[in-house]
C-alpha cells in the first residue's frame, strides 16, 4: 500500500515540475494574427442563458465586422469562457485568455464574477466594456467601462418615476435580498424614494426562488409593485398571484423584466395585471436598429435566447470597432500583435475622449462618462396593458 | 388576522410537500440505512416527466407517466449504484448517492437545456376562507399529502410487506434469518419513496410551475432536514417535521425584517430541536451495542 | 520501529511538497517570473490541500462526517478578510498585515468550531452530518445578508489581494505547518486516541479516553485550519463573495477526501491536487456546448470509484488488480512481516472502522446470497 502512494507522490511532482516549463514571456500577443476579443460569462449552470446570449450575439457582430473587411483587413477574434457566475472561476478564465493573446475584453456577463474581473484586469491594464456587468463597483477601475445602465442608476430613476406619479400612496416591493444585481437596485430605489410613500417589501433567496406564496400573501393589497428582478422569478411571481393580486395592479420592473413575454411555457395574455419595465433594449421592437439586430438574431440563433444581454454585447463589440477605427482613423497605429496594454491606453483615451456611438441596437446616441458610466436614455415600455 | 391565516394555509401546503419528500428520506433511511442524497432529484425528474407529458394535454396521463418514471428510475437507481455497496461504510454509500445526485441534474441539462421550462398542470381557482384569500391547490395538495400519509401509516401497520418493513428497519439480520426477502422490501422502500417524490413533484409545479435541473435540490436538504427534526426513520415524525417546517418557512416569509433570513432561521431551528431532543420528535434512541 | 528508510517513507509527500516550494521560491526569489495562470493554480491547489487535510482529520481519524467544512472557510475567510481590509492601509500589504489576518481568521473558526462541536458532538453519524450542513447554509446566509458596512452583504466583501509572485509561497507553507501539524498529532498519543474513538468508541471510553475532548480537538483543529484556507482565499481573490461556500463546496472537499483514501494524508494531497488540476484545465477544455460534459464525468468517474473502492462484492476483484499489487509483482519480493506488525509505522493504515464494517457486513451478505441461492 506504502509504495503506491510514493508512486503517486511522484507522479504529483513530475506534474508540477512539468507545469513550470511555461515561464511568463514577455509579451501574449506577438503571435496575434487577428484582434483577440475575451468575455468571461455563465455558459452552463442556472444563468447560462445570459451567456449564451452574449456568447451569440458578439459572434455575429464579430462576423459581421470581419465579412465587411475587419479594421483595415485585419479581422477580429472572439474567445468565450465559461465561469458558471462562480468568482472564483473568473481568474483561470481571465489569465488563461490573456496568455492566449487577448487584447480587448467585454469583461464578465454577471456582477458577481465581474467583481473579480474588474481587478484582475485593471492590474495588467487590459481594457473592457462589460455588456451586462451592472454592478455599481464594476466601471471604478480607469480601464473598466459599461454597456448597460448600473444598478444604482436604475434605481434613482425608478424611484424618480414614483415619486412623480405616486407620491402619497403605499406600493409594493418584491426582491430577491441575496443578488448583486436585484439589492443593488433596490438599496438605490429605496435611498431615493419619497418619504411620503408608504413601502410594503418582501424578498426571496436562491434557496426559494419557485414557490412565492408567502411573498404574494404579504403584497396582495399592493395596486404597484416595483420588482428589480431578473424575468424568469418575475413570471413565476406573476403566474401564481394572477387570481390573488388586483388585476389593475402594475408590475414595474427592470431591464431584468426584459424577454418575459416569451418564455416558451409562460403566456402573459393570461395575466390581468400591467406589466412595465425601465430598459435600454425592447426585444418586440418594430423598428429601428433593435428591429435589424432581433432579425439578424433570431434568424441565426432563434428566438431562445433573445433578450437585452445579446443585444448590449452587439453593441460593445461595435463600440471597441468603432472607437478603434476612430483612433486610426485620427492617425494612431493600432498593429495586430499591439499588447493589451497599449491598446488599452488607445481606447482609454477615446472613451474619456467623448466617443459616442449613434444608431446603435441599445440607445440611439451612446457616450461615457470619466467613470466608465454609460450615457444614454432609458426607455419605460408597456410590455403589457392591464386586462 | 385573515394575512396569519393565509400565511398558516400556505405554510401547511409547504409542509404537506416537504412532507411527502421527508417521508421517502426517512423510509429509506430507517430501512437501507443510507442517507438518499439524490432523492430531491427525484422530484426533478418527476418535474421533467410531467413537462414532456403535458404535450399531450392531459394532466391524469402525466401524473401517471410521472409516478411510473420516478419509480423505475428509484428502482434502477438502487440496483445499480447502491446495492453494491450494501454492507460497505456509509459514508462510501453517501457519496455515491452525492454522485447519482450531481449525474442526475447535469443530465437534466444536457437533455433539457438550462433555461427553465415554465409548465402548467392544472388551473386551480382560489377560494375566500373566513375573509382569506387561499389557493385551491393549496387545499389539494394539504388533503393529498394527508391521505398519503394515512394510507402509508395503515400500509404499514397492517399488510404483511409492512410488517416486514417494519422488521428490517428493527432488525436487518434477525428479519433476513425470519425469512424476510431483505433486498426485496429495501427495492419496496425506494419504489415508494421514488413515487412519493414524484407526487411531490406534481403539487410542487401546482405551486411554482417551472421545471429546471436543479428545483429538486433545495426542496430535498429542506424535507431531509424535516425528517431529522421529526426524527429520523419515523413515518409519523416525518409528516410532523415537514408541517413545522413549511409553517415557519412561511410565517418567517411573511415578516419582512426576517424574511431574508428564512433559512438560517430553518436550519437554526434544526440545532436547537437536535440540542434539545438529540433524536428530533419522535425518533427512538437507539442503545449502541459493544 | 527503527528500520532505516521508514522514516523517509513517511515524510515523502512532505519532503516532497518542501522541495517543490523551495525550488520555486529561490527561483521567485532570483527574478523568474511566471505565468498568471501557473500562479493562479497554485494558490488553488493549495487552498484545496488545506482543506481535504484538515477534513481528513475529522472524517478520515475522527470518523465523523462533517458537511459543513466550506462554512467554517466562510468564517475564516469573511473575518480574515475584514481584518486585512482594515490593517493593509494602515500596515501595508506585506507578511504582518497577512499573519494577524490569519490569525483572527484561524481563530474565528476555531471558535466557532468549539461552539457547535461541544453541542454536535454529542449527536452521531448522519445527525452530525445535518447540524453540520445547516451550520454551513446558516453561516452563508448570514453573510450573505450582512449590512454593506460589515460584510459587503450580497455584493461581497472586498479584500486586498496580496501580489500574486509571492502568495502562492505563503499558501505552500502553510500547506506544509498543515501536514505537520496533523501529522504530529494523529502519530502522537492523542492521535492514537482520536483513531481509537474512530475504531470504537464505547471501547475507547472503557480504557479511560476522554473521548469527548478528544472530539472536540480534532473538530476544532479541523476548523481552524479551514480557516487558514479561508483566509488564504480572501488573499487570492479581490472579493469574498458568501454564495462560494454552500454546501456543494463542502461536498467537495469530502470527495476528495473519500478519493483520497480515508485515513490516508498523502491521499487526500493528491487527490486534492488531481481535483483542482482537472477542474480549471477542463474548464478551458470543455468549453460551450461541450461544458455540461465535465459535471456528468465528474459524477460517473466519481460512482464508478466509490463503487470499485468499496464494494463487498469486488473484494477479491480488488485484491487481485491494484496499484499496490502491480507494484509488488514489479518489484517481486515478498511483503516485510515486521511492517504489517508495526502499528505506529503504519499509522496511516491502520484498518478503519469502515474496513472493520466492511468485514462484519460481507459475512452477512455472502450468508444471504447463498441462502438466495439456495431457496428457488
Request: hydrophobic share 50%; with cysteine.
Amino acid at each position: 500500500m506504502k509504495r503506491n502512494k510514493i508512486v503517486a507522490v511522484l507522479l504529483c511532482l513530475a506534474m508540477g515540475l512539468g507545469m513550470l516549463a511555461g515561464c511568463a514571456g514577455d509579451s501574449y500577443t506577438a503571435d496575434n494574427t487577428e484582434f483577440v476579443i475575451g468575455v468571461s460569462g455563465p455558459l452552463t449552470g442556472d444563468e447560462a442563458i445570459y451567456g449564451q446570449a452574449v456568447k451569440n450575439a458578439a459572434e455575429l457582430a464579430v462576423e459581421e465586422i470581419n465579412a465587411a473587411g475587419g479594421l483595415n483587413g485585419v479581422k477580429f477574434k472572439l474567445v468565450v469562457t465559461d465561469d458558471m457566475n462562480d468568482p472564483t472561476k473568473v481568474s483561470t478564465n481571465y489569465s488563461s485568455m490573456l496568455e492566449g493573446g487577448m487584447q480587448i475584453s467585454l469583461g464578465t456577463v454577471t456582477t458577481s464574477p465581474g467583481l473579480e474581473f474588474k481587478n484582475l484586469s485593471a492590474d495588467d491594464n487590459v481594457f473592457f466594456l462589460t455588456p451586462s456587468a451592472s454592478g455599481d463597483a464594476i466601471p471604478s477601475g480607469p480601464n473598466g467601462y459599461q454597456m448597460c445602465f448600473a444598478d444604482g442608476n436604475q434605481g434613482k430613476v425608478a424611484a424618480a418615476f414614483v415619486n412623480e406619479n405616486l407620491a402619497g400612496t403605499t406600493i409594493g416591493v418584491f426582491y430577491k435580498s441575496d443578488e448583486a444585481y436585484s439589492k443593488g437596485v433596490y438599496d438605490q430605489f429605496k435611498a431615493n424614494l419619497d418619504p411620503s410613500i408608504e413601502v410594503v417589501e418582501t424578498s426571496f433567496t436562491d434557496a426559494n426562488a419557485t414557490d412565492f406564496s408567502a411573498q404574494i400573501n404579504t403584497l396582495k393589497d399592493c395596486s404597484f409593485i416595483f420588482m428589480p428582478i431578473y424575468y424568469s422569478p418575475a413570471s413565476l411571481f406573476m403566474t401564481q398571484a394572477k387570481d390573488l393580486l388586483s388585476p389593475t395592479a402594475v408590475y414595474y420592473g427592470c431591464d431584468g423584466f426584459d424577454g418575459i413575454d416569451s418564455i416558451p411555457g409562460f403566456d402573459i395574455s393570461q395575466i390581468p395585471q400591467a406589466v412595465t419595465m425601465l430598459s435600454h433594449f425592447n426585444s418586440k421592437a418594430e423598428d429601428g436598429p433593435a428591429k435589424t439586430f432581433i432579425d439578424k438574431y433570431v434568424d441565426k440563433y432563434g428566438r431562445d435566447t433573445l433578450n437585452q444581454f445579446g443585444a448590449s454585447a452587439y453593441d460593445c463589440v461595435y463600440a471597441i470597432y468603432g472607437a478603434m477605427k476612430k483612433a486610426v482613423d485620427e492617425g494612431t497605429e493600432i498593429p495586430v500583435t499591439i499588447s493589451a496594454s497599449d491598446l488599452c491606453d488607445i481606447l482609454k483615451a477615446q472613451f474619456d475622449g467623448g466617443y459616442t456611438m449613434t444608431d446603435a441596437v441599445t440607445g440611439a446616441s451612446i457616450s461615457w462618462d470619466e467613470q466608465g458610466y454609460v450615457n444614454k436614455s432609458a426607455i419605460q415600455y408597456v410590455i403589457k396593458e392591464a386586462g | 388576522m385573515e394575512e396569519i391565516l393565509s400565511a398558516l394555509i400556505g405554510g401547511l401546503s409547504l409542509g404537506g410537500i416537504y412532507a411527502m419528500i421527508a417521508l421517502g428520506y426517512t423510509m429509506v433511511y430507517g430501512i437501507a440505512k443510507m442517507l438518499n442524497f439524490a432523492h430531491g432529484d427525484i422530484i426533478m425528474v418527476g418535474g421533467y416527466t410531467i413537462y414532456v407529458v403535458m404535450a399531450t394535454g392531459s394532466p391524469l396521463l402525466a401524473i401517471a407517466a410521472a409516478v411510473v418514471v420516478c419509480v423505475a428510475l428509484g428502482v434502477v437507481v438502487e440496483k445499480l449504484a447502491y446495492k453494491p455497496l450494501r454492507g460497505a461504510s456509509p459514508l462510501a454509500v453517501l457519496i455515491t448517492a452525492i454522485g447519482v445526485s450531481y449525474l442526475l441534474q447535469s443530465l437534466a441539462q444536457i437533455v433539457f437545456g438550462s433555461a427553465p421550462k415554465m409548465v402548467t398542470v392544472y388551473q386551480f381557482g382560489t377560494v375566500t376562507f373566513l375573509g382569506a384569500t387561499v389557493q385551491v391547490s393549496a387545499l389539494v395538495t394539504l388533503a393529498v399529502a394527508a391521505a398519503v400519509m394515512a394510507g402509508l401509516t395503515l400500509f404499514i401497520k397492517y399488510t404483511r410487506v409492512g410488517r416486514a418493513m417494519l422488521a428490517v428497519s428493527e432488525d436487518r439480520g434477525a428479519a433476513q434469518l425470519m425469512g424476510i426477502d431483505v433486498n426485496g422490501i429495501i427495492t419496496l422502500t425506494f419504489a415508494i419513496g421514488s413515487a412519493l417524490a414524484a407526487l411531490a413533484g406534481l403539487f410542487y409545479l401546482l405551486k411554482a410551475p417551472t421545471v429546471s435541473g436543479t428545483m429538486g435540490a433545495m426542496p430535498g436538504i429542506k424535507a431531509f432536514t424535516a425528517a431529522v427534526i421529526g426524527g429520523i426513520g419515523s413515518i409519523p415524525g416525518a409528516m410532523l417535521g415537514g408541517i413545522a417546517l413549511g409553517l415557519v418557512e412561511s410565517v418567517s416569509y411573511s415578516f419582512a425584517p426576517i424574511a431574508p433570513y428564512t433559512d438560517a432561521i430553518e436550519f437554526s431551528l434544526l440545532i436547537v430541536i437536535l440540542l434539545v431532543r438529540p433524536t428530533g420528535f419522535l425518533g427512538r434512541k437507539r442503545r449502541e451495542k459493544v | 520501529m527503527k528500520r532505516p528508510g521508514s522514516k523517509l517513507k513517511h515524510h515523502l509527500h512532505f519532503a516532497l511538497i518542501g522541495g517543490i516550494t523551495a525550488v520555486l521560491g529561490v527561483l521567485t526569489l532570483t527574478g523568474a517570473r511566471f505565468d498568471s495562470s501557473l500562479l493562479f493554480l497554485l494558490e488553488k491547489i493549495a487552498i484545496s490541500i488545506i482543506l481535504a487535510v484538515s477534513l481528513s482529520l475529522v472524517v478520515g481519524f475522527l470518523g465523523e462526517l462533517s458537511l459543513g467544512h466550506a462554512g467554517f472557510m466562510c468564517v475564516g475567510a469573511y473575518l480574515g478578510g475584514k481584518v486585512s481590509a482594515l490593517l493593509v492601509p494602515l500596515l501595508g500589504n506585506g507578511p504582518a498585515a497577512f499573519l494577524v489576518s490569519l490569525a483572527a481568521g484561524a481563530g474565528a473558526a476555531a471558535v466557532c468550531g468549539i461552539g457547535i462541536g461541544i453541542p454536535a458532538l454529542r449527536l452521531r453519524g448522519d445527525y452530525l452530518a445535518i447540524v453540520t450542513l445547516a451550520f454551513g447554509e446558516i453561516v452563508k446566509s448570514l453573510f450573505q445578508n450582512s449590512s454593506p458596512e460589515s460584510f459587503g452583504g450580497a455584493l461581497g466583501l472586498d479584500t486586498p489581494r496580496y501580489d500574486k509572485r509571492y502568495l502562492f509561497l505563503f499558501a505552500f507553507l502553510l500547506v506544509l505547518l498543515t501536514v505537520m501539524v496533523v501529522q504530529n498529532l494523529i502519530r502522537s498519543k492523542h492521535g492514537r486516541a482520536i483513531t481509537a474513538i474512530r475504531d470504537n468508541e464505547i471501547a475507547a471510553l472503557s480504557c479511560g479516553i476522554n473521548v469527548t475532548k478528544y472530539k472536540l480537538l480534532a473538530f476544532t483543529l479541523s476548523a481552524a485550519f479551514a480557516g487558514v484556507a479561508g483566509v488564504l482565499y480572501s488573499y487570492s481573490n479581490y472579493t469574498v463573495q458568501s454564495l462560494r461556500f454552500g454546501y456543494n463546496y463542502s461536498i467537495e472537499i469530502l470527495v476528495m477526501v473519500v478519493l483520497g483514501g480515508m485515513g490516508s494524508i498523502p491521499g487526500a494531497i493528491l487527490s486534492a491536487t488531481l481535483i483542482t488540476f482537472l477542474d480549471t484545465q477542463l474548464a478551458a477544455i470543455l468549453t460551450g456546448d461541450l461544458a455540461v460534459l465535465q459535471n456528468l464525468l465528474y459524477a460517473a468517474i466519481l460512482i464508478a470509484i466509490v463503487i470499485y473502492n468499496n464494494a463487498p462484492a469486488l473484494k477479491g476483484f480488488r485484491d487481485k488488480y491494484n496499484l499496490a499489487a502491480l507494484a509488488k509483482k514489479l518489484r517481486r519480493s515478498a511483503p516485510d512481516p515486521a511492517a504489517v506488525r508495526d502499528d505506529a509505522a503504519k499509522w496511516d493504515v491502520v484498518p478503519t472502522k469502515i474496513d472493520m464494517d466492511e468485514l462484519l457486513s460481507v459475512d452477512i451478505a455472502d450468508r444471504g446470497h447463498q441462502e438466495g441461492g439456495d431457496d428457488p
